[in-house]
Nanobody
Framework: QVQLVESGGDLVQPGGSLRLSCLAS????????MKWYRQAPGEQRELVAS???????KYADSVKGRFTVSRAGGPNMFYLEMNNLKPEDTAVYYC?????????WGQGTQVTISS
C-alpha cells in the first residue's frame, strides 16, 4: 500500500526555519517528482513547491527565495526547507505525488509561525 508520510512540522517564531520531510513507502520504484501543498484554516489548498524528474523546481511567488524543495540521498524521501518563516506561512503542509493515474497525498504536518 502506497503511503506518503510528512514530518517536521512545529511551532516556530517568525524568522525561524524548519525542514519538512516526506517519505513515500510501499512503492517498488523511485518516485521522480513530488509536490508540496499547504492549506491554512479557511483557505483553499495551494501549491507551494514542486520538483520534477530532472530536478527542476518551481515555487509559489509567496515562498520564492525562502523555501527550497529537494530530494534526499535515499530513495523516495523529499525535503522542503523553509527559511525566514512568516506568520502567513502557518498551515498544514502536504506532500503529493502522482503515478499510474493515481494521486497520493500525505496526512499533513502542521506548521505554525507565531511569537
Amino acid at each position: 500500500q502506497v503511503q506518503l508520510v510528512e514530518s517536521g512540522g512545529d511551532l516556530v517564531q517568525p524568522g525561524g526555519s524548519l525542514r519538512l520531510s516526506c517519505l513515500a513507502s510501499g512503492i517498488g520504484f523511485s518516485i521522480n517528482a513530488m509536490k508540496w501543498y499547504r492549506q491554512a484554516p479557511g483557505e483553499q489548498r495551494e501549491l507551494v513547491a514542486s520538483i520534477d524528474s530532472r530536478d527542476r523546481t518551481k515555487y509559489a511567488d509567496s515562498v520564492k527565495g525562502r523555501f527550497t524543495v529537494s530530494r534526499a540521498g535515499g530513495p523516495n524521501m523529499f525535503y522542503l526547507e523553509m527559511n525566514n518563516l512568516k506568520p502567513e506561512d502557518t498551515a498544514v503542509y502536504y506532500c503529493f505525488t502522482h503515478f499510474f493515474e493515481n494521486d497520493y497525498w500525505g496526512q499533513g504536518t502542521q506548521v505554525t509561525i507565531s511569537s
